[in-house]
């Protein structure tokens, strides 16, 4: 599923600080988990989230297993001028995520 | 008769070759709490931790460790001259103590993640904010995990 | 024993059972039995895990799909207007099929008769989806099932079904959520067990999952041989648990733990 969902306000005022929510659909495979026949199940997590506003990176989260399954990350940005933000996710095994979304600033 | 130092020479090599097992080692408490110590010590460089200025918002008694709602934020005007620049969260009874690493600037606007974590045990979440002086604070909440009374045991 | 003292034993045993179903007034979904903080995960869309699996859905109710390459938009058009109230009425009686049907076989009935395309596997993410994105337009909505002539056996079935014991436990579903519901089995509140979220996402499982699953977990917990996802067993107790909640309000896609 690479499905991503970004909740975030179509416009704002110049220096509103926005907050900004999203989810991404994945299992985040521990790595720490056994099979019935006690083999490692193999981790397989997203690791990086970024989010770029008009391409300045604004926010940046190194995820790790203790990241719970189909991660939740909210954080908040200033919303400084119109443009796009930029979503993307990485992770293991050449996971990879995008979503634009955007802003109008007055 | 086998003396003292050969049967801890005998158990470390035990635990050496625990990873091919599914047993965990005997000493795993020492082992979680030296791991948690080294996160700690890599993400601050050995600087000192002073508590405050983070509150770290964990619910006290948790419906499933699975999935456990988690907001830190610090106080900070976020400015260019003075700024978070990064949030650390650990736990201490995971299989490895890192949860999360937010980074800030002064374009966040306000230091405050949200995320949820999966906490294995009961026991301590610590929030560890890095300010541009460099210096850093922190916050601890400790949590009870229940576990779901009926567990599905890999059956759908 | 004669058979009077039996069929009087019998009465009796029933009446017992019966007295200690749930009045109507005292009805709690598992919703209120859960920590704030799941409470918040479920009331808000933009972080509820579910949100993903309801918007998988809303992208497979506009795919065309199997030989008559239909969607399931081509015949009910907006989902918003046309399935609601839909699911607060599930399991309902499907008058070709000649029986009770739950959502899923619903859904799947269309796939193969309307779409000629395969089924959907029962629990398969694209059934879960589009489930998850059906029931979703009967949020907010009183579930009132079809209590009438021809769902009398199949009601009676589910209603057996939760009074019996099964299993190593020799556990009746009634045991735990009738009689105890609200106490505490190994630090977890017992809910009443009203399906009134599904389907969930689930913070035990990580994911979304049906009825179906939720009701194996159980009979595997008091160790029972569970039956089939899909099967006949389990729409019986599904109608019977949906019309015990009969007046409550579908919170699809709800969040348990």
């Known amino acids: 599923m690479a499905r991503v969902v970004v909740n975030m306000p179509k416009q704002a005022r110049r220096g509103e600080i926005i907050e900004i929510r999203t989810l991404a659909g994945h299992t985040m495979e521990t790595g720490f988990r056994r099979t019935q026949h006690g083999e490692l199940v193999p981790r397989d997590i997203i690791t990086l989230f970024t989010c770029s506003y008009n391409g300045a990176e604004v926010f940046r989260a190194e995820l790790h297993p203790a990241i719970a399954a189909n991660p939740l990350i909210a954080f908040h940005t200033i919303a400084t001028e119109s443009g796009t933000l930029e979503f993307r996710w990485s992770g293991d095994n050449g996971y990879s995520a995008t979503h634009s979304a955007a802003i109008t600033v007055d | 008769m086998t003396t003292r130092r050969q049967f801890l020479v005998l158990a470390g090599g035990t635990i050496a070759a625990g990873a091919a097992q599914a047993q965990l080692p005997p000493n795993i ?106 210096s850093f604070w922190s916050d601890s909440v400790s949590v009870v995990v229940t576990l779901s009374a009926c567990l599905e045991d890999g059956l759908i | 024993m004669s058979i009077r003292v039996l069929r009087l034993f019998l009465l009796l045993a029933f009446a017992c059972s019966a007295s200690a179903e749930i009045p109507l007034a005292e009805r709690r979904s598992g919703y209120q039995d859960m920590g704030r903080e799941t409470r918040a995960m479920q009331d808000d ?127 009746a579903c009634a045991q735990c959520h009738d009689e105890r519901a609200a106490h505490r089995l190994g630090g977890t509140v017992i809910p009443q067990g009203h399906p009134t979220g599904y389907p969930i996402y689930r913070l035990e499982w990580q994911g979304v999952g049906s009825l179906h699953r939720r009701m194996r977990n159980c009979m595997v917990a008091i160790r029972a041989e569970p039956y089939a996802l899909g099967s006949r067993e389990y729409v019986e107790l599904e109608l019977y648990l949906m019309w015990r909640a009969r007046g409550m309000l579908l919170e699809t896609p709800g969040v348990r733990p």
Not at chain 2, 34 to 54: C, I, P, Q
Not at chain 2, 81 to 98: G, L, R, S, W
């Open chain 3, 45 to 171: 869309d933009a972080i509820n895990p579910a949100t993903l699996w309801v918007l998988d859905g809303e992208a497979l109710w506009a795919r065309r799909a199997g030989a008559a390459a239909r969607a399931c938009a081509d015949c009910h058009q907006d989902a918003r207007v046309s399935m609601k109230g839909v699911a607060a009425r599930y399991p309902a009686f499907d008058a070709a099929a000649r029986k009770v049907v739950n959502l899923e076989q619903r859904i799947n009935l269309c796939r193969v008769e309307r779409q000629q395309d395969k089924p959907l596997a029962y629990e398969s993410h694209e059934l879960l989806a589009l489930t998850a994105y059906v029931a979703r337009q009967s949020r907010g909505l009183p579930i009132q099932v079809e209590s009438s002539e021809r769902t009398r056996a199949t009601l009676e079935a589910g209603r057996a079904m939760f009074l019996r014991r099964e299993g190593q436990l020799n556990l």
């Open chain 2, 29 to 134: 408490e020492a082992l979680r709490k030296a791991a948690l110590a080294d996160a700690v010590r890599k993400s601050t460089g050995g600087a000192e931790v002073r508590r405050g200025r983070v509150k770290l918002d964990v619910p006290p008694l948790i419906d499933n460790g699975n999935s456990v709602a988690l907001v830190v934020e610090v106080e900070s005007p976020m400015t260019a001259a003075d700024h978070v620049k990064a949030i650390h969260v650990f736990t201490e009874k995971n299989p490895q103590p890192y949860i999360i690493t937010a980074r800030f600037g002064p374009r966040a606007g306000r230091a405050r993640i949200t995320t949820r974590a999966r906490i294995a045990d009961s026991g301590l979440i610590i929030a560890i904010a890095e300010m541009s002086d460099r």
